[in-house]
């Protein structure tokens, strides 16, 4: 009952709140275009109306829930401008005959219908507002998010108090308006300059919402103490009844100890956020899903939007033969471990480095080795690693419950750091939603970690293929096809020399036939600086036994990789599906000598990494 009668206030508020107040002259404005009350009671009602579907539409259509924000913006906009300009131009339908011929007609009875106070011009401007009154009230998002799939009869009672306060108070404001205009003895003749200067202002906040810079006033808004989303946290804070429901919707159980932040801590407004902080794009162009929620038997696509409001997100981009990346995911397992009842949820986006990376069943597999249990999608043509604009593997952005980038880390390491970003967006969130969050939970240390020195690190990143081969020290770079290596007199730091018959392909080299097609033994030297020692590689058929030596003799039990055996006191490697394999784990950095002696055609070798 308390929260009903806070969703009524909170409605009122949304009024005066930042990001609304910007666009309350167009509410009064479009009101008094006519000496009529009818059209103040149509475009408030429409509003609130409007509100009311689309929030009940966000709960039961996952199509909605795609569609980028940018969208309603632009839709919002485009309305606006459009009775903007009718108000301008009485007559700039009846004099383009081109309307005609593009038959879009409906457009022009719409504009038309508007200068001559048509019931469905009204109603179709107040809907078109409806959702941006909506998208800054933290009463509303606890509506949405958490009592609606919770109680559908209570959260629809508490929405239907939001509506009624936000219309009901806007109605009021317009029709002070009009007594106001009438009071003045204002004319509002079709041409005159009232209408015009209101027509004037439906374009300006028209562009200004279509294209996102509304979010530059509602900034300055907040800078200059117009935050009344404060007032509804101090409400929302006394509302225990609703705390304990919310609680049990995201089955988030009180702990003992915990305590909501909403009175300790001070966040951001989302308005505030617009002028600090990026809004996340949308996953896109994907590929497969992989720990999503079944549907007819198949992961379900999942997207970032859906959680807006509700969680906090994690996007990982990785790849999974990327040691820097592998070396990230005890702690990315262990943050979902330890946070994903509280509100976080991450999703791994896999963009490949190579082409064996695509396939969704090599994916799965390694998901499956590694233990990954968070939702994985597959970004093979980049689309989602290029709308964050990201060049980077691995790369973490942490969005915020109101979908903007509040932290973002490329490559390994400052987990500590990436943790506190989780454990404050979370405590964020407690706040908004009014549940209890841990201020004192530690930081997480999980085992199985293995950390690199990259002062230490005296090797880089080698290639075989003939697209990125700059380190190959006999034979023709970037040449493509079969090629006789001869073995080399003395081996450099940080080279790469290839013995016997390699075919040379632009992602990889694959060992090849002896010249007349018999089977030929081929070699890899490499003299590196390091401590790990990692190789990206595969078979085009059954798996390959690999000899592993280390200064010219085979490896010892200590500086052995995970994945090297022994047999008749020699170390071996077997090569079979296409994967990142560990060769050498020494204790201590030093300068080494390696050799892989492979005895048979179709191995393919992609790249060293070093550690």
Not at 169 to 183: H, S, Y
Request: proline share 4%; aromatic share 12%.
């Amino acid at each position: 009952m308390l929260l009903f009668a806070i969703s009524f206030v909170a409605g009122i508020l949304t009024v005066l709140a930042p990001c609304v107040l910007p666009l309350l002259p167009v509410i009064v404005g479009g009101s008094l275009t006519t000496g009529s009350k009818a059209r103040a009671y149509t475009i408030c009602f429409s509003l609130g109306a409007s509100i009311f579907f689309f929030t009940l539409l966000l709960k039961v259509s996952s199509a909605l829930i795609a569609v980028p924000q940018s969208f309603w913006q632009l839709s919002s906009g485009a309305i606006l401008v459009l009775f903007g300009l009718a108000l301008l131009f009485p007559r700039l339908w009846d004099s383009l005959r081109f309307v005609r011929k593009l038959n879009i007609g409906s457009n022009r009875a719409l504009a038309v219908g508007y200068r001559q106070n048509s019931f469905w011009g009204d109603t179709l401007m107040g809907a078109a507002l409806g959702p941006v009154f909506a998208s800054c009230s933290p009463t509303y998002f606890i509506i949405l998010a958490t009592v609606l799939p919770a109680s559908f009869g209570e959260g629809l009672a508490d929405l239907i108090a939001y509506v009624v306060g936000l219309s009901g108070f806007l109605l009021i404001i317009a029709l002070a308006g009009q007594r106001l205009v009438d009071r003045l003895n204002v004319t509002i003749e079709p041409g005159g300059w009232f209408r015009r200067s209101i027509g004037m202002l439906f374009v300006v906040v028209g562009i200004a919402v279509g294209t996102g810079s509304m979010a530059r006033a509602e900034a300055w808004l907040l800078d200059h103490g117009f935050d009344v989303t404060a007032i509804e946290q101090r409400l929302l804070g006394s509302n225990t009844s609703a705390s304990e429901t919310q609680s049990a919707v995201l089955n988030m159980p009180q702990e003992t100890g915990a305590s909501s932040t909403a009175a300790s801590e001070a966040f951001l407004a989302p308005a505030q956020k617009a002028s600090r902080y990026k809004k996340a794009p949308e996953l896109t162009g994907l590929h497969g899903y992989i720990n999503t929620p079944q549907s007819a038997g198949q992961a379900a696509p999942i997207t970032i939007g859906e959680f807006k409001g509700a969680k906090v997100v994690l996007i990982d981009i990785w790849t999974y033969s990327c040691i820097n990346c592998k070396r990230t995911l005890p702690y990315v397992k262990a943050w979902y471990d330890k946070y994903a009842n509280k509100g976080l949820e991450i999703i791994g986006v896999h963009t490949p480095e190579f082409a064996f990376e695509k396939a969704l069943k090599n994916v799965e597999e390694a998901i499956r080795d590694e233990g990954i249990r968070y939702p994985v999608v597959l970004d093979n043509d980049y689309a989602t690693w290029n709308a964050f604009g990201n060049q980077y593997w691995p790369r973490k952005y942490l969005i915020d419950i109101d979908g903007y980038i509040v932290y973002d880390h490329a490559g390994e390491g400052s987990y500590d750091e990436t943790e506190a970003a989780i454990q404050q967006a979370l405590r964020e969130r407690a706040a908004r939603l009014h549940l209890s969050f841990d201020t004192q939970m530690p930081l997480s240390k999980p085992e199985g970690t293995t950390e690199a020195d990259f002062q230490q690190i005296g090797s880089p990143e080698t290639y075989f293929g003939a697209s990125r081969n700059e380190f190959l020290g006999n034979g023709v770079k970037h040449a493509t096809g079969p090629q006789s290596f001869e073995e080399p007199l003395s081996v450099a730091r940080n080279t790469l020399y290839l013995i016997g018959p390699w075919d040379i392909a632009q992602e990889y080299a694959q060992t090849g036939a002896a010249v007349g097609g018999s089977a030929g033994s081929a070699r890899i030297d490499y003299r590196y600086y390091a401590k790990n020692v990692y190789f990206v590689a595969g078979s085009d058929a059954k798996e390959i036994e690999v000899e592993v030596l280390r200064d010219s003799k085979p490896l010892e039990a200590q500086s052995a990789g995970a994945d090297v055996y022994f047999r008749d006191g020699r170390s071996y490697v077997r090569i079979g599906a296409n994967k990142l394999y560990h060769l050498i784990g020494e204790s201590g950095y030093g300068d080494h000598f390696l050799e892989l002696v492979i005895p048979q055609p179709g191995l393919q070798a992609y790249t060293f990494t070093f550690g």
